[in-house]
């Protein structure tokens, strides 16, 4: 009697865990519906969106960890649990706050990435994968209880694993993101890196202009933002196809139009500009790295080319370290009030009064000429950089700069010189950088410039002197 009774029990237990678990069917279903279908829904466009979408986007990093934890927290709990139940009571809990945390975690990197505009093959994975990680914990869920009763032996094991394995690859994915792809394998030894062959980054003949001096200033500046990993505003700087390819807004480059190429006017913005690139305050490109992207354009952006008309510049770096200057600290009143006045300002480099100061004139060029720039005399010996460009000064300016022994980048474009008495600069053993662009000097008067020993970067478009006349245009 007692039997009978029993069996009718665990019959109507039985089919009630049925019609529970056709309802829970239902549900895991419709969620797991709901996240493959959220991306088709809010497209990853490469646009960014409302800041408080960021704003909540960036708990991601901080919420992830916690889900991660717990994910692998359930196999050890069920594993030990065949010894000591109570610990396998313990991962059914677990499971489901893996899965409450795991829910959200999803939602604030969707946040993130939409709401900064992010996309990119390596975004598309890590949210792929995360997609996939939360339906399996949902199956996890579902198939766990007919596996604790022993009915059911190899569903929950295998969904496990790959759930684990789902966790593995997205995590991965999502590191690549915030420390590039080559995290992992920057540092590997050799034998293993065999595995791992790196790709040919540029896309470009290896020795071109292109590969020499241009792509290394994206690799540096640019792709952490314009990578595979993470394509802002769906530009990729990261090979010459990519480059040329452009963004959302089109193409960024047009070749021999610097003027016109949206890339060329983002880093030349004033550094404040909320559109000046590189973004969130990341070093700028130096004077040298805007020229050779100028020239680089101007003569027509092609990956092939191995020099540019009017570019001299040393293919490996063999600069002598900058020879430090003298304490300037006794003139540090007058120079502070000159940085208020609305003169000149003179500018220190860094802290240390032995890196020099720079002498600014962008604010006054037009009525800055010979008189003014003599005025600067007394500070000669402290000025490493002097940036006179579209001033007034002219070819009697070449007696004060000769002053100027510790310069060692001296801007000159579209100032009226004609390049008479030029070669008195060949004083100045430090000047590794001289911009002579848009003057009149002609090829004789840059001539006794040749013998300067660290003269590296030599800027001559649009002047009789450029070597190839043919682009020597003022207008492209
Ligand atoms: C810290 C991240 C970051 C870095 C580094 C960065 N960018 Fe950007 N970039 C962005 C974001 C975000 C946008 C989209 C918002 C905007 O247009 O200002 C963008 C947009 C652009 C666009 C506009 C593309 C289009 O089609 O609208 C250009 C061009 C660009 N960046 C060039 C550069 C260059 C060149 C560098 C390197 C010198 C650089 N960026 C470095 C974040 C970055």
Redesign the pocket.
């Known amino acids: 009697m007692i039997v009978a009774e029993r069996v009718t029990d665990a019959a109507r237990s039985f089919i009630q865990r049925i019609r529970i678990s056709r309802a829970a069917w239902l549900r895991v279903a419709v969620a797991a519906i709901l996240l493959i279908t959220l991306p088709f829904v809010f497209r990853l466009d490469g646009h960014?969106h409302a800041n408080w979408l960021q704003f909540l986007g960036r708990f991601h990093p901080a919420l992830l960890h916690l889900p991660i934890g717990l994910i692998v927290l359930l196999p050890a709990l069920e594993i030990l649990g065949a010894r000591r139940p109570a610990l396998r009571e313990a991962a059914d809990f677990v499971l489901r706050a893996a899965l409450a945390l795991a829910l959200p975690t999803l939602a604030l990197g969707y946040m993130l990435a939409y709401g900064?505009?992010d996309t990119g093959v390596t975004v598309a994975r890590h949210m792929w994968g995360a997609i996939a990680l939360c339906i399996c914990l949902l199956l996890c869920l579902l198939a766990r209880p007919a596996w604790a009763m022993r009915e059911q032996a190899h569903v929950y094991p295998a969904l496990l694993v790959a759930t684990l394995l789902a966790l593995v690859w997205t995590g991965h994915e999502g590191g690549s993101i915030t420390h590039g792809s080559d995290y992992l394998t920057r540092y590997m030894p050799g034998p293993l890196r065999v595995l791992f062959p790196s790709t040919s980054p540029s896309g470009a003949a290896v020795d071109s202009f292109y590969s020499q001096q241009i792509h290394p200033i994206?690799e540096s500046?640019?792709v952490?933002?314009?990578g595979a990993s993470t394509e802002?505003?769906?530009?990729r700087?990261d090979s010459y196809g990519n480059l040329m390819r452009?963004?959302?807004?089109?193409a960024?480059i047009v070749p021999g139009k610097p003027e016109t190429s949206?890339?060329l006017a983002?880093?030349t913005l004033p550094p404040g500009d909320r559109?000046f690139?590189?973004?969130?305050g990341?070093t700028p490109?130096t004077s040298d790295e805007v020229s050779a992207l100028r020239a680089w354009i101007r003569s027509g952006a092609t990956p092939t080319a191995t020099s540019i008309p009017g570019i001299k510049a040393a293919t490996q770096s063999t600069e002598p370290p900058p020879q430090p200057v003298g304490d300037y600290g006794q003139l540090m009143p007058e120079i502070v009030g000159m940085q208020r006045g609305v003169n000149a300002k003179l500018v220190p480099v860094s802290a240390k009064a032995s890196d020099g100061l720079i002498l600014r004139t962008a604010d006054v060029a037009s009525s800055f000429g010979d008189a003014q720039l003599a005025a600067f005399q007394k500070f000669a010996p402290y000025i490493v950089e002097a940036d006179l460009a579209r001033t007034a000064i002219t070819d009697a300016s070449f007696d004060t700069l000769k002053t100027f022994t510790h310069l060692r980048a001296l801007h000159l474009e579209g100032t009226a010189m004609t390049g008479a008495n030029l070669g008195k600069l060949s004083s100045l053993k430090q000047l590794t950088y001289l911009n002579l662009s848009g003057t009149r000097v002609s090829a004789q008067s840059v001539a006794p410039l040749k013998n300067m020993p660290n003269l590296r970067h030599l800027y001559l478009f649009n002047t009789p002197a450029q070597p190839d006349n043919a682009t020597a245009r003022s207008n492209p």
């Open positions: 960014a900064a505009g994206f500046k640019c952490a933002c314009h802002k505003a769906g530009l700087l452009g963004g959302k807004d089109g960024v949206m890339l983002r880093v559109h690139m590189p973004a969130e990341r490109l």
